[in-house]
């Protein structure tokens, strides 16, 4: 069975550092496109960023150069490291598998739970 | 970057069929992927690939996409349905996942 559990939110002070995780289970991460998706209270989904099977990485505009994805085959776990927060960042981190058949489309068909983090003074 | 526009709500009464519309420029040429989300819990794969259904969704759902609208197509709604629903696509010409503003489905 395909699950991913999110942990490490938490309340960070803006201009500060956190990590979450993804730990994944039924199915091997480094195999797969694996993203991060974030949805900020009563507001839509915003996808952030994505990590390729082959390694490579592709990030939102929002996040890009402070935000880092990254993987750990030896634990199946993916990883969000986020740098120098804003308070617009505060939303449930979630992570998701990405399927991309014949690779023509891209959507995701497993998600966690999430993980809120909330950027506050 | 990619748009896609959806409608803030819908409404519905149990029983009827409630579409949910997806608007994007040549959306037609793209897949479409529909994600239920209820309160509090993570998005929901309902649609892939404009018309596919996962394993375990019911057959009430559909969806279609032509031109610039793909359309989720919820049939015989049920209480249960009422959840946000998002499309989304692939945009390979900039950020690699663009999704919709979401729309919140009511059943009356």
């Known amino acids: 069975e395909v699950q991913l559990v999110e942990s490490g939110g938490g309340l960070i002070q803006p201009g500060g550092s956190l990590r979450v995780s993804c730990a994944a289970s039924g199915f091997t991460v480094s195999n797969n496109y694996m993203s991060w998706v974030r949805q900020a209270p009563g507001k839509g989904l915003e996808w952030i960023s994505v990590i390729y099977s082959g390694g490579g990485t592709y990030y939102a505009d929002s996040v890009k150069g402070r935000f880092t994805i990254s993987r750990d085959t030896s634990n199946n776990s993916l990883y969000l490291q986020m740098n120098r927060l804003r308070a617009e960042d505060t939303a449930v981190y979630y992570c998701?598998?990405?399927?991309?058949?014949?690779?023509?489309?891209?959507?995701?068909?497993?998600w966690g739970q999430g993980t809120l983090v909330t950027v506050s003074s | 970057s990619y748009v896609l526009s959806q409608p803030p709500s819908v409404s519905v009464a149990p029983g009827k069929t409630a579409r949910i519309t997806c608007g994007g420029n040549?959306?037609?040429?793209?897949?479409v992927h529909w994600y239920q989300q209820k309160p509090g819990q993570a998005p929901l794969l309902v649609i892939f690939?404009?018309?596919d259904r996962p394993s375990g969704i019911p057959e009430r759902f559909s969806g279609s996409n032509s031109g610039n609208t793909a359309t989720l197509t919820i049939g015989r709604v049920e209480v249960g349905d009422e959840a946000d629903y998002y499309c989304q696509v692939w945009d390979s010409s900039g950020g690699p996942v663009v999704f919709g503003g979401g729309t919140k489905l009511t059943v009356l």
């Open positions: 690939s404009d018309s």
């Open positions: 998701a598998r990405g399927m991309t058949p014949l690779g023509a489309t891209f959507y995701f068909d497993y």
């Open positions: 040549n959306i037609g040429s793209k897949s």
